[in-house]
């Protein structure tokens, strides 16, 4: 069986930044197992797949590992995906997910995606955690990941993994957010997957919903530029609504092709 693959780009206004995530529309469900073998053939942090059914969207997402419950980045790119290439027509995009309804709304070459605020709290971290980072964070909260804050962008962009150690703790299907106030930007961040194939992901949507209630309590904003200073680098234009929260960005398509299951 035949099917379209779309290579996509998110948080990026050009290809080869951002977090690059494979798109494949289906007419209906393949197994699981399968879906999970394409997800690690891509060999990309995250697999968005999704059956049209009319008056919403089904998706869903898999990492080379796992089905994951959130994902920002394939879910930018699945809505670039429709717009640009599919020529979807609706004003807006409601994806039915694990995480419930999810609306994306397209404006001004930005998609704007409306996600549950997941605001974290105070916690202690595993010392397995604690020993693998080569700094130690200021602060310590928790949602479905770590929140590690730190003083400054320097910290952030100097922090190292010692991977052996890290691999030890299993937060599945969570992972490690380092963040600290932006040099140029209202935060910076970055995001490390403990057992994953990809140990650092590009850019994490679903990591903005901790980090977007989070920072826009400590800075009295409520709307934020943010970066994820991977080495790909992401820009996300993010809004603080209480119990939801609003992560725009752009989206450049960087492959098309086909694949086949048998």
């Known amino acids: ?44 942090a995250e697999t968005a797949f999704f059956v049209d059914k009319g008056d919403k969207i089904h998706l869903r997402w898999f990492t080379p590992e796992i089905e994951m419950d959130l994902c920002g980045h394939a879910t930018l790119a699945s809505a670039h995906c429709l717009t640009t290439i599919l020529d979807y027509q609706k004003d807006e995009i409601v994806f039915q997910t694990l995480s419930g309804d999810l609306i994306v709304k397209v404006e001004n ?69 380092v963040t600290a106030i932006g040099d140029s930007c209202d935060f910076v961040s970055r995001f490390f997957t403990p057992q994953a194939s990809i140990l650092e992901d590009p850019v994490t949507g679903s990591a903005h919903c901790s980090l977007i ?29 209480r119990d939801r929260v609003i992560i725009s960005g752009q989206a450049k398509t960087y492959s098309i092709g086909n694949l086949w299951t048998e």
């Open 1 to 44: 069986m035949e099917h379209r693959l779309y290579q996509i780009d998110a948080f990026s206004d050009t290809i080869f930044g951002g977090n690059p995530a494979c798109v494949v529309p289906l007419d209906k469900w393949l197994p699981d197992e399968i879906l999970l073998k394409i997800a690690k053939e891509n060999a990309v």
């Open 109 to 177: 070459g930005q998609y704007k995606m409306d996600f549950p605020s997941r605001m974290p709290v105070a916690d202690n971290l595993p010392s397995t955690i604690s020993k693998s980072l080569n700094i130690q964070p200021r602060e310590i909260l928790k949602s479905r990941d770590y929140v590690l804050v730190y003083e400054n962008e320097t910290e952030i962009r100097s922090i190292k993994i010692d991977r052996q150690l890290f691999d030890q703790i299993n937060l599945d299907p969570g992972g490690v957010i």
């Open 213 to 241: 209630p989070f920072w826009a309590k400590r800075l009295n904003k409520k709307e934020l530029y943010a970066q994820q200073v991977s080495e790909r680098m992401g820009k996300l234009y993010c809004e603080d609504r």
